[in-house]
């Protein structure tokens, strides 16, 4: 998994960084974590559950996390405002 240099992190997500991250690294469960990654044409961006990373198909070394919420609507309010930003308002 490849973190991008400028991670965006929702709100509820900013709060619980460091557990969000240490769990990652470990490959633990999380259910409320969502990471949003860079996605093949013409799609912009995927939002992929975090429990869903150990049964993930291509192998977790192929993906750029962009982005990183916990829920699913604060996920989605992360996801807007990446796209508000990269295409203006």
């Known amino acids: 998994m490849i973190f991008a240099d400028n991670l ?3 709100e509820h ?4 960084r460091d557990y969000i991250l240490a769990n990652l690294r470990e ?3 999380q259910i409320a974590a969502h990471l949003i990654t860079e996605a093949k044409a013409p799609n912009l961006y995927e939002i992929y559950s975090a429990a869903s990373l150990p ?3 291509m192998g977790t070394d192929e993906l750029r996390v962009l ?3 916990y829920g699913y609507r604060d996920t989605l309010r992360l996801l807007c405002h990446m796209i508000e930003e990269r295409y203006g308002k």
């Open 8 to 10: 965006y992190w929702s």
């Open 13 to 16: 997500a900013a709060e619980r």
């Open 67 to 69: 982005g990183i919420g």
């Open 27 to 29: 490959g633990r469960f």
């Open 55 to 57: 049964d993930f198909p």
